[in-house]
């Protein structure tokens, strides 16, 4: 038996497991490099925003004028109580007036809590609406700087939300096929519906 041929064989065997060894690390240390993350403070940015003092006092001049319609339910269901009491007071008070006023008076009264238990949503929804274009412009800002420096993955540290990813990183379309999900037809959204006319708001 030929035990140099042999050696030579193992050594070079040992040889082709570490330069597959090397290279395997090599190759997972390059996967590990490539994802860069980065973070901001995107709430911060969006705050320090020119447009942003002119959407604030867009947003104050909204209230303002949701407090003014309160106020004058207000004094309308006070007004009413007044000329209910002086009705009262009478030493002949009319019952028909009375019931007038007290229907009144109970109408402002759900008029005034309803419009109260909507104005918060109202509220929200108009800064969500002045906030969104100088929130998308800021976004739009944080993709090409992580384009143009590399990161992978962009962290709001204001509450931990992710707002950029790399497609090249997104596995959705995998986890669909994974779990059988079936991409949804795309129906006319229009067709079969009746027209309706728009409610306006009072």
């Known amino acids: ?19 597959t060894g090397l290279l395997f690390l090599t ?4 996967a590990v490099k490539a994802q860069k993350t980065g973070h901001l403070n995107f709430q911060e940015i969006v705050t320090l925003m020119p ?5 604030a006092t867009e947003y104050e001049i909204y209230q ?4 003014d319609q309160l106020k004058m339910i207000e004094n309308d269901a006070l007004a009413k109580q007044k000329l209910l009491e002086t009705e009262s007071k009478k030493p002949a008070p009319s019952k028909l007036r009375m019931s007038a006023y007290q229907r009144d008076l109970e109408s402002l009264q759900q008029e005034y809590g309803y419009l109260q238990q909507t104005i918060q949503d109202s509220l929200k929804a108009k800064m969500a ?8 412009k800021v976004e739009e800002a944080v993709s090409e700087i992580a384009k143009e420096q590399g990161y992978t993955h962009i962290i709001d540290n204001t509450y ?8 090249l990183y997104d596995i959705s379309e995998l986890v669909k096929k994974k779990l059988n999900i079936k991409p949804k037809t795309t129906a006319n959204p229009g067709a079969g519906k009746p ?3 728009p409610i306006t708001p009072r």
């Open 1 to 19: 038996m030929n035990y140099s041929l042999m050696n030579k064989a193992i050594t070079g065997s040992k040889k082709i497991i570490l330069a």
């Open 27 to 30: 190759l997972a240390s390059n």
């Open 51 to 55: 447009e942003y003092a002119n959407a």
């Open 64 to 67: 303002a004028d949701l407090e």
């Open 129 to 136: 609406e002045l906030v969104a274009p100088i929130k998308k």
């Open 160 to 167: 931990g939300t992710l707002i950029y990813s790399d497609p």
């Open 195 to 197: 027209t309706t006319r």
